[in-house]
């Protein structure tokens, strides 16, 4: 059977997600990023479509993106991550109207606004600091020796939601924590804290535009019930979480590699093509 | 006909101008000599004061009307009125405020002193916004006392005595057309101050000092009397309804200002007006300058109902002011496939 | 200076010259190899770019130098003078670290760099300068004047008014320019006078008609790059006047070929897109590089250094001097969209006009970092372009090359989605 790919290459994790030519996702996989980027990919890859008993002939195109993208070779064309990420978002929401997507992934964190026909209108992008990303709960789930993937859990302990993290700077946030910490503050509401002063990033990044329903939020951190709680606090309603949030970029990915290969069949020379080498002006 | 028409916006319309000034002057100051008769409604300067004009102004025929009863106004008398009112508006409309510009005598003795002024070297003057506003009514106050005298001299106003006899055709006696027109046949006698009665003497008087504001004033302003003129706002009443229009598309108007700069008789209106579209207003005499002076494409045009006559155009501009002719063929009228002309 | 100063000054000199000289190479290069449609015309370009980097000129007889640090000095004034106009602007990321010593952290990367370039006499000129033209258009700019360095090429403070549609600020420029022409004698010793000004009138004029006829060709189909098209305004103060006029004519006369020579054009995908805000100056070609990298087609742009450098006119009633100046100070004020003037609704009516003349799929508005007069601008230019449905990036940026990798996500995007709009409009 053919097969299209989405390879999302994060600064974190490498996210890939493989569709069937009925759109049906097949597999998926995460492995952390690590520094060689085109390598890890590359095995990554081919480790997934041996273990999901595919043939590596009948991969009919693959599209990389996210931060490392242009580093990994093998892929057919690249495409940014904001993009992907709006595609992703359409199908992994079916029934609901996106209109906005609120990405918190491992070292940056995305606000991209669609329009009413599914196209990009705006984004907005932090991706100079890390004190609303991942990267922020990496930090504190060390300092606070608590498995990142009990942080929302212990959210959901917390009874006092007024304990504020107040440094604008994840480095110094850790200072402050540690000082919370031997001031005697519980645990969960300082983890309470630390998810709230996220959302109230977010939002400060959100900013001058309005968002607007449906939201979506994916990207690894969307695993975090806390935070979810968070964020839907801030903004004041319910987001849509879709079943595998880490990947919904790396879907979006492999499902506009469908569609450029289904398109470049019937038109040859009108297509999204992006040479990275080359730039052809005129070529038409 | 793009080639006839890419000619005419290129061409040199200050040039055609002079020349087509030159006749009609000769005309109007010549035009008895050969027994020319072009009626008593014309709607410019051409006074019967120089025995061999070829007519009459119609401000001076209206004067003559209106110096009339009511009684024989509402009557016969007021047929002749209304008749040549009416063919003063059908000859005005024809060519709209050009008449001004192309072939009023009195506005081309003024171009030409300018053009003295020009060789001398000598700098022009112009109003400021608050003196051009405070001052334009001037002319509409003359317009409306050489309409209510005549009118006051045969009926009794307001209970007023009817006024002298002596102020017969008020406005041609201190009309500097009056005096000047003459000059041309060699004839001065308008040139003098009747001591007859205090009336006359004032009013004789008011014609010197016209005559020499006419001469002063046009030297250092470029077309001075035509800001007192009641025969321009007698026009503009009517102007907004010619076919002969000058219009400007506000969209494609860099508010350069080349068109102000270039105006006789500054109207700013035409440069920083980008909401309306018919630009005839104040002195305009359609000169068409500013036409000239505009380096952007499709900006300003003059139409003669409807139909394009000459639009503005970068290459017509470079061409006339600058003397740079267009050596390629012109990449907007042969490569893009939609014309120049935007909407 | 003493002399521990001294040799640290030399140091940072000869060291930013060098680095002019690697980012100009580098940009250049880029721009002859990485695409694939290059044109004959364009060589002469590269050629003055080139040289200009390394501060040489083409002539290099003893000319007087007249630097100016805004395009709002009327260079036909300097020319009539017996003078060369050269530009201070820099777009050297190493000449605005040569300048940042002097300026306040948070300083636009442009004025910086002029006042690097000025600081290590990185200028192209064969004699130091008689003056420094400084307008005082921009906070940043006009304050350059007295900043205390070790420069020695006295500053010429020109008046700019700060508003530009009442009758009050347009006398007071004509009053301004006059001043100026009388000073400009002065420094020169020459006398400004009606042939030489009317020949200066017609040198520029001649330049602006060959940049008009340029800009009349990017309506149509593509036939030139974005980038070689600053590339030409950038260029324009660093050879003789007539030189550049005579082989931007013989470009557009390759342009005008390349259109009519291809029939069956098909309609490029590749969105057109205008930028707008501070201005890309060579070799400061991050973004309209990047841009184009990613299959953009840059086909118009707003900035003062190539769009508004030579495209308004100056119009003469009477070929005098009492004429001829202040229809020279009309040309560089009333016609102005920089957001140094306000109210400067202009601006939105020429993004507009533009966008509806080259058929323009999407704007990038660039902001440097530090330069308020864009930045306030942003808001409304974005309102505007939204109520117009025009897709708008805005970028802040300055000239480190930190960024890049941040600004292609960026650039990317915004071109997939005006591709993706493109291409379901039509299929």
């Not at chain 1, 959210?155 to 006092?160: A, E, G, I, V």
């Not at chain 2, 002193?113 to 051009?132: C, E, H, M, P, W």
């Not at chain 3, 507009?352 to 230019?381: A, N, P, W």
């Not at chain 3, 940026?397 to 409009?425: N, V």
Request: with cysteine.
């Amino acid at each position: 059977m053919h097969y299209f790919t989405g390879i999302d290459i994060g600064s974190t994790a490498i996210k890939i997600a493989i569709i069937s030519e009925e759109t049906e996702l097949i597999a998926q996989k995460v492995v952390p990023t690590g520094a060689k980027f085109n390598e890890n990919a590359m095995n990554a890859y081919t480790t997934l479509v041996e273990e999901s008993n595919l043939e590596l002939s009948k991969s009919r195109y693959v599209i990389s993106t996210g931060y490392g993208r242009r580093l990994y070779k093998s892929a057919d064309q690249t495409v940014s991550e904001i993009t992907a990420n709006a595609i992703g978002a359409a199908v992994v929401s079916k029934g609901h109207s996106i209109r906005t997507i609120i990405n918190i992934g491992g070292q940056d964190s995305k606000i991209i606004q669609i329009n009413q026909q599914g196209f990009v209108q705006n984004f907005i992008m932090n991706d100079k600091c890390a004190a609303g990303t991942g990267r922020f709960l990496e930090m504190a789930s060390r300092n606070l020796e608590v498995d990142i993937d009990q942080m929302g859990e212990w959210h959901r302990l917390s009874r006092d939601k007024d304990l504020t993290v107040n440094s604008t700077c994840a480095v110094f946030a850790e200072s402050e924590i540690i000082s919370l910490l031997a001031e005697g503050k519980k645990k969960e509401d300082i983890i309470a804290g630390i998810h709230i002063s996220i959302a109230k990033r977010i939002a400060r990044l959100a900013g001058r535009t309005t968002v607007q329903d449906d939201v979506l939020f994916d990207g690894g951190t969307a695993y975090n019930c806390g935070l979810i709680d968070a964020l839907e606090e801030e903004f004041m309603r319910d987001f849509i979480i879709p079943e595998s949030p880490q990947i919904t970029t790396a879907i979006g990915a492999a499902h506009m590699a469908l569609e450029i290969f289904l398109k470049s069949e019937s038109y040859p020379s009108d297509s999204l093509q992006m040479h990275p080498e080359k730039h052809h002006h005129l070529k038409d | 006909m793009r080639k006839l028409k890419r000619y005419i916006n290129n061409s040199n319309i200050s040039r055609f101008r002079l020349i087509f000034q030159i006749l009609a002057f000769l005309l109007l100051i010549y035009g008895g000599y050969v027994s020319i008769h072009i009626g008593t409604s014309i709607p410019t300067f051409a006074c019967p004061y120089n025995q061999e004009c070829p007519g009459t102004c119609y401000l001076i025929s209206a004067q003559h009307q209106l110096h009339n009863t009511w009684a024989s106004l509402f009557g016969f008398r007021g047929k002749a009125f209304l008749i040549g009112f009416l063919t003063f508006i059908l000859f005005f409309l024809v060519i709209n405020k050009a008449w001004c510009g192309y072939i009023c005598p009195l506005g081309t003795i003024q171009d030409w002193i300018t053009k003295v002024r020009n060789l001398a070297g000598v700098s022009f003057s112009r109003y400021d916004n608050l003196s051009f506003k405070r001052l334009k009514a001037i002319k509409y106050v003359i317009l409306f006392l050489l309409i209510i005298i005549p009118l006051g001299m045969s009926n009794s106003l307001l209970g007023l005595p009817l006024f002298s006899e002596d102020l017969s055709a008020p406005f041609c006696q201190i009309c500097p057309g009056r005096v000047v027109t003459p000059l041309f046949i060699g004839d001065t006698s308008q040139l003098f101050i009747d001591f007859t009665n205090t009336t006359t003497m004032i009013m004789s008087t008011l014609g010197i000092i016209v005559l020499a504001l006419f001469f002063i004033g046009s030297f250092f302003k470029k077309r001075f009397f035509c800001f007192f003129c009641p025969m321009s706002a007698l026009h503009s009443l009517f102007s907004p309804i010619s076919p002969l229009r000058l219009n400007k598309k506000g969209d494609n108007c860099t508010r350069c200002g080349n068109c102000y700069r270039v105006c006789d008789v500054g109207i700013k209106a035409i440069a920083d007006d980008i909401e309306h579209k018919y630009m005839v207003k104040d002195d305009c005499m359609m000169c068409f300058k500013c036409v000239e002076a505009c380096p952007e494409n499709d900006c300003l045009e003059v139409s003669f109902v409807k139909v394009p006559l000459f639009t503005s155009t970068e290459e017509g501009f470079f061409k006339r002011n600058l003397h740079l002719d267009n050596d390629m063929k012109n990449p907007s009228c042969t490569i893009i496939e939609d014309e120049p002309k935007r909407k | 200076m003493n002399q521990k100063e001294n040799k640290r000054y030399e140091r940072l000199s000869s060291s930013s010259k060098k680095q002019l000289v690697i980012e100009s190479d580098q940009v250049l290069h880029e721009l002859q190899t990485e695409f694939t449609d290059n044109l004959s015309g364009m060589d002469y370009f590269y050629g003055v770019a080139h040289q200009f980097a390394r501060g040489q000129l083409s002539n290099q007889e003893k000319r007087k130098y007249i630097a100016t640090s805004c395009v709002q000095v009327p260079i036909e004034l300097i020319y009539a003078a017996g003078a060369l106009p050269v530009r201070t602007c820099s777009g050297a990321h190493s000449m605005s670290m040569a300048g940042a010593e002097f300026l306040p952290a948070r300083s636009c990367s442009l004025v910086n760099a002029t006042f690097g370039a000025i600081h290590t006499n990185s200028l192209p000129v064969s004699s130091k300068p008689l003056a420094i033209i400084n307008p005082t258009t921009c906070d940043q700019k006009k304050k350059l004047s007295e900043i205390p360095s070790g420069i020695d090429i006295p500053f010429y403070t020109l008046e700019v008014p700060p508003t530009k549609d009442s009758e009050e600020a347009r006398e007071y420029w004509y009053r301004i320019v006059k001043k100026f022409t009388r000073d400009l004698e002065q420094i020169t010793g020459k006398r400004i006078r009606k042939s030489n000004l009317k020949e200066a009138i017609f040198r520029v004029a001649k330049a602006q008609q060959a940049f008009r006829q340029l800009h009349q060709i990017r309506m149509g189909h593509h036939s030139i790059r974005g980038t070689d098209a600053l590339l030409i305004a950038n260029t324009f103060f660093y050879d003789d006047i007539d030189s550049w006029t005579h082989h931007l004519h013989s470009l557009n006369s390759e342009l005008v070929q390349r259109l009519t020579g291809d029939l069956n054009r098909q309609n490029s995908s590749s969105p057109r897109i205008l930028l707008t805000g501070s201005p890309s100056i060579f070799p400061n070609f991050k973004l309209p590089l990047m841009i184009e990298k990613m299959g953009g087609d840059i086909v118009v742009d707003e900035f003062c250094s190539s769009n508004r450098l030579l495209y308004d006119t100056v119009a003469v009633d009477e070929w005098n001097m009492y004429d001829m100046i202040p229809a020279i100070a009309d040309r560089y004020l009333k016609a102005c969209t920089c957001p140094c003037f306000t109210p400067n609704r202009d601006r939105d009516r020429k993004l507009l006009t533009y966008i509806k003349d080259f058929k323009v799929d999407g704007v990038v508005y660039q902001s440097f970092s530090g330069c308020q007069l864009y930045e306030l601008e942003s808001m409304r230019i974005s309102k505007l372009l939204e109520q117009e449905n025009i897709p708008m990036l805005y970028i802040e940026t300055d000239y480190s090359p930190d960024d890049k990798g941040q600004l292609s996500t960026r650039i990317e995007a915004f071109i997939e989605s005006l591709k993706a709009k493109k291409l379901h409009l039509i299929a």
